[in-house]
Every structure is written in C-alpha cells, then in structure tokens.
C-alpha cells in the first residue's frame, strides 16, 4: 500500500475484511452442498480454511489500523505489537 495515506490503507483493508468474509460464506456454502449431496468435500474445506486463516490476517491487519489511526492521532512506528500479531496470525512468518 505503498503511497497510500493512513485513512486510505484503513478503507483498503475494510473492503479486503468485507470481501473475505463474502468469500468465506461463498465457500462454506459450497461445502455444505457437497457434503450434502454426498460428494467428497476435502479441498472445499481446505480451500475454506486457507480463506479462514487469509482472514484471521485480514481482520489483524485492519485493526492494527484502525488502532494506529485512533487515539492521539500519532502514528506509531513500524514493528512492536502490530509484527507480534501477525506472527500469531501467520505462524509461517513474516510478510
């Protein structure tokens, strides 16, 4: 998001949160007509977990945001709680 100001980045982020969670019910969706039509569900519900977990990041993401763009108004600098939390998010590492 490079070039972006604070408030912009923080709406870019609503909107992944927002898609996300539209994706998420899309695909939970789908696996429930698989299984109910007793199809093999396997990567359907991988698929749904690799979104479950893209969101987890997402929604850290856009806190982290909306935390950094409330209170006094100053930004805080890069590292500290934020990289912390996405560590948790993505135990893969950082981005």
Do not use: Y
Not at 21 to 39: D, P, T, W, Y
Request: net charge neutral; glycine share 10%; with cysteine.
């Amino acid at each position: 998001m490079t070039g972006l100001n604070l408030q912009q980045q923080l709406s870019e982020a609503e909107r992944r949160v927002q898609r996300g969670e539209r994706k998420i019910a899309h695909q939970r969706e789908i696996v429930s007509v698989l299984e109910r039509n007793g199809c093999n569900a396997v990567a359907a519900r991988r698929l749904l977990k690799f979104l479950e977990s893209t969101q987890a990041s997402n929604v850290v993401d856009r806190d982290w945001l909306v935390t950094r763009a409330g209170g006094d108004g100053t930004e805080q600098g890069p590292g500290g709680e934020h990289d912390q939390a996405r560590s948790l998010a993505d135990p893969s590492g950082p981005p």
